[in-house]
């Protein structure tokens, strides 16, 4: 370790370092003189600081509690307001988490779809004679729910011009998958952006207890 | 044992949330002397205290359906020292209470005779660094000083970052080894 270790001392003095770290200033502290008087100085100030008495003359517990029981007979607890509960909601752990994964989850969703849907295209492509005749040859030799029609889909879907499923060539697939390429990255960068915090944190804690 | 008492701590809380008086008055003894030592740290003066430590325990019954042992609200203690030394302050700030250490008792009545003069100096001096310290730095030397928090426990308490704490603690510290640097060569 070179230099002193100032940076250190709270957390050594305090016994909040990791074993390595702990070791080391230890190893540190034999050869520096400076660094021992500035110890000596902190484990003095923590036993001047102990020296100063707790509250005295206060009333017994069993009062302070009646006191503080009658203050409270009164007053209801407080129910969270609708915004705090969604604030609780929405910033509670395992529902931001949920929420951050479903974005990735669902991207990822989206892909494997597409890439279905690509693939049965180009099989569809093999097949000679027009895809729709196909389709309804298919829909008319066995009935299907409504949702599961594929020719209402491929018919809502052509409705959107370009956007037609089943006739995705391989420049529509590119462009399908980059886009969520790029959802993927927008998402990444917000998740990054959001534990900053976290990170920086984590990263104060590896500085502490000497972890890379 | 601690887990047996653990237990029986969630078991208090939950009743007490439900609106047990009795259950939350016994977390009230379980936190009584804990809560007043923070408050009054923090402020200096034990009427004061108290008067904080009750309104700490009545806001904390208040909201006590709010609470939530998560991650991010952390254990009942935690979040009931947070609810403390946030009235500590919002006394001393709404009262602009001017904590006079000239007029603070210089032992405690129980001392005795015995207690020397230098040592009621000495003791006096040492309150009055603490008083002086900024809010966000004597809150964070108390809870570790006296309270012997660890640093991630002052940290979801005051939900701060760690590295926060440290610096607070280190400036808390420095400060007061300057200011009582004459009373500790004499020590």
Redesign the interface.
């Given at each position: 370790m070179n230099g002193h270790i100032e940076r250190w001392l709270d957390a050594y003095l305090d016994d909040e370092l990791e074993a390595t770290l702990r070791s080391q200033v230890e190893t540190h502290l034999t050869s520096c003189l400076d660094c021992q008087k500035l110890l000596a100085q902190r484990s003095a100030l923590s036993t001047l600081l102990l020296q100063v008495p707790a509250a005295q003359g206060l009333k017994p517990e069993a009062r302070f509690a009646a006191e503080v029981g009658l203050l409270i007979a009164q007053r209801p607890h407080l129910r969270p307001s609708v915004k705090q509960e969604l604030r609780q909601w929405l910033f509670n752990d395992t529902s931001r988490n949920l929420g951050w994964l479903a974005v990735p989850i669902g991207l990822l969703l989206a892909g494997i779809f597409i890439q279905t849907v690509a693939g049965l295209s180009s099989v569809l492509a093999l097949i000679p004679g027009p895809h729709q005749e196909i389709l309804r040859q298919i829909s008319m030799a066995q009935p299907v729910p409504v949702l599961a029609n594929p020719q209402l889909w491929s018919g809502m879907l052509s409705g959107l011009g370009w956007f037609d499923l089943l006739q995705w060539d391989w420049l529509s697939e590119l462009l399908a998958l980059g886009a969520i390429s790029l959802l993927y990255l927008a998402w990444l960068a917000g998740w990054l952006v959001h534990n900053q915090r976290r990170f920086a944190l984590q990263d104060q804690i590896n500085a502490l207890t000497g972890k890379q | 044992m601690n887990q047996a008492v653990a237990i029986e701590e969630t078991d208090l809380l939950t009743q007490a949330?439900q609106?047990d008086?009795a259950a939350?008055?016994e977390l009230?003894?379980r936190y009584?002397?804990r809560v007043?030592?923070i408050v009054?740290r923090l402020c200096a003066d034990?009427s004061l205290?108290?008067d904080a430590?009750?309104v700490a325990?009545?806001n904390a019954?208040?909201?006590?359906?709010?609470f939530?042992p998560?991650?991010?609200q952390g254990s009942f203690r935690n979040w009931l020292y947070r609810i403390a030394v946030n009235a500590a302050l919002d006394i001393l700030r709404r009262e602009k209470v001017q904590v006079n250490i000239e007029q603070m008792?210089l032992?405690?009545?129980?001392?005795g005779l015995d207690a020397s003069l230098e040592?009621q100096e000495?003791?006096r001096q040492?309150?009055q660094a603490?008083i002086a310290l900024p809010e966000a730095s004597r809150v964070v030397?108390v809870l570790?000083?006296?309270e012997g928090l660890?640093?991630r426990e002052i940290a979801e308490t005051l939900e701060i970052?760690?590295?926060t704490v440290?610096s607070r603690?280190?400036y808390a510290?420095n400060q007061?080894?300057m200011r009582?640097r004459s009373?500790?060569e004499v020590?």
């Open positions: - | 949330q609106g008086r939350f008055g009230v003894c009584h002397s007043i030592n009054y034990a205290a108290e430590a009750q325990f009545l019954w208040q909201r006590l359906a709010q939530r998560t991650a991010a008792p032992a405690a009545p129980g001392a040592q000495l003791i040492v309150r603490i030397l570790k000083e006296y660890s640093y970052p760690l590295g440290m603690l280190n510290r007061l080894a009582l009373v500790m020590v």
